[in-house]
């Protein structure tokens, strides 16, 4: 297998699980229809980002080495990713999704970035730093009893665009003030079936 073939590999790996992890954990925010659901195969710069999950948010997805070290090489290059994507479709918001290979499966193994939080947000309700790994280790300590939908970093540097570095959980939480209209079921929630993950997830 050449390089290429195996980046491209890697990167459909990483496509896959986050598309499993969005639709496990926020499938009441996913509003494309089932039959149009899915990753973007194509893989042209011109596409509206790496997952067609909400219809006015472009996800990339970004992976790079293992643990936390990968992870801070693919912050900005994911939010960076995900806003200009978001500028070709047209789309309202962006959102990248970087896993922390290798990290135990209870941890905070997938970050959210972006260059614009999807809502206000107090100035108390983030801290401020100019250290990628400051930002994710703010958002994956689950020692200091902060609620992980609480944890948010921005990344401020001087020259560079400003990234915004969160839990799933705080993005995703913001992210569904601004889609009031998204409600499915008669509960409010939406359900899938084991045997409609299955397809979704073919």
Same mark, same amino acid.
């Given at each position: 297998? %050449?390089?290429?073939?195996?980046?491209? %590999?890697?990167?459909?790996?990483?496509?896959?699980?986050?598309?499993?992890?969005?639709?496990?954990?926020?499938?009441?925010?996913?509003?494309?229809?089932?039959?149009?659901?899915?990753?973007?195969?194509?893989?042209?710069?011109?596409?509206?980002?790496?997952?067609?999950?909400?219809?006015?948010?472009?996800?990339?997805?970004?992976?790079?080495?293992?643990?936390?070290?990968?992870?801070?090489?693919?912050?900005?290059?994911?939010?960076?990713?995900?806003?200009?994507?978001?500028?070709?479709?047209?789309?309202?918001?962006?959102?990248?999704?970087?896993?922390?290979?290798?990290?135990?499966?209870?941890?905070?193994?997938?970050?959210?970035?972006?260059?614009?939080?999807?809502?206000?947000?107090?100035?108390?309700?983030?801290?401020?730093?100019?250290?990628?790994?400051?930002?994710?280790?703010?958002?994956?300590?689950?020692?200091?009893?902060?609620?992980?939908?609480?944890?948010?970093?921005?990344?401020?540097?001087?020259?560079?665009?400003?990234?915004?570095?969160?839990?799933?959980?705080?993005?995703?939480?913001?992210?569904?003030?601004?889609?009031?209209?998204?409600?499915?079921?008669?509960?409010?929630?939406?359900?899938?079936?084991?045997?409609?993950?299955?397809?979704?997830?073919?």
């Amino acid at each position: 297998m %050449n390089v290429a073939n195996a980046s491209k %590999n890697k990167g459909d790996r990483f496509e896959r699980a986050a598309f499993r992890h969005v639709l496990t954990h926020y499938a009441h925010l996913v509003d494309v229809d089932e039959e149009k659901r899915g990753r973007n195969r194509a893989g042209k710069k011109q596409d509206p980002g790496d997952l067609h999950l909400f219809t006015d948010c472009a996800i990339q997805v970004k992976a790079r080495g293992q643990g936390v070290a990968g992870a801070v090489t693919a912050l900005r290059i994911a939010a960076e990713g995900g806003r200009d994507q978001a500028a070709i479709g047209g789309l309202a918001h962006h959102l990248g999704l970087v896993p922390v290979i290798g990290t135990p499966g209870t941890s905070v193994n997938w970050l959210a970035v972006a260059c614009d939080w999807p809502t206000e947000i107090a100035d108390s309700a983030y801290i401020v730093t100019g250290a990628p790994a400051n930002a994710v280790a703010h958002v994956r300590d689950d020692r200091r009893g902060i609620p992980r939908d609480l944890r948010v970093a921005k990344i401020v540097r001087a020259g560079l665009a400003d990234i915004w570095v969160s839990t799933c959980d705080a993005w995703m939480a913001a992210y569904s003030t601004t889609r009031p209209q998204v409600v499915v079921g008669d509960d409010g929630q939406r359900r899938f079936t084991l045997d409609e993950l299955a397809k979704l997830l073919a």
